[in-house]
């Protein structure tokens, strides 16, 4: 088993290189919109990646979205599958995989680092083992290079496209 340790300075959350997955792959169970794991919200612009409400989401009821914290894991876990070539945006099954570590990676970095609330997820025991490369392929570079330089290794620019290799 690979050890890993983890250096909470470089674990911080790159919305500008990551594919949403903090907006689409938990689910939402507020009083005032039910969004289903792995369904983009409502709020999220699909091409963009961006929040259509980000400047008002607390005065939408949304407060938590501003104060989430990935840890790393979104852009990490973007990079992951960027890297292969698939993703929830273009291949259905691939994003299950993509959701389902995400889910997984977050749900570790926030065991070990975190106080913020965890997201609600659909993630099963039995996925673990078979997702076990993918999880460690992103713990391990999160803890080689933390989440700041994912998007110079993986070629993705800060405005979430893929730059030129």
């Not at 407060?63 to 914290?69: E, L, N, S, T, V």
């Not at 570590?101 to 749900?107: L, M, P």
Request: aromatic share 8%; charged share 30%; with cysteine.
């Amino acid at each position: 088993m690979t050890r890993i340790m983890l250096d909470p300075e470089k674990l911080k959350p790159d919305c500008d290189s990551c594919d949403g997955l903090c907006c689409v792959s938990p689910v939402l169970d507020l009083p005032h919109y039910q969004k289903p794991a792995a369904q983009p919200c409502k709020n999220l612009d699909v091409v963009n990646l961006r929040c259509r409400i980000f400047e008002t989401l607390e005065d939408e009821g949304y407060p938590f979205c501003r104060a989430f914290d990935c840890h790393g894991a979104g852009p990490a876990v973007t990079a992951l599958f960027r890297e292969v070539g698939r993703s929830w945006r273009n291949d259905a099954d691939a994003g299950k995989v993509e959701f389902d570590v995400f889910n997984i990676v977050y749900a570790t970095l926030h065991r070990r680092l975190a106080d913020d609330p965890p997201l609600i997820t659909d993630v099963t025991e039995e996925h673990h083992e078979a997702l076990r490369p993918f999880i460690d392929a992103v713990l391990i570079w999160l803890s080689d290079h933390g989440a700041d330089e994912v998007g110079d290794h993986f070629g993705v620019r800060t405005d979430g496209t893929d730059a030129e290799r």
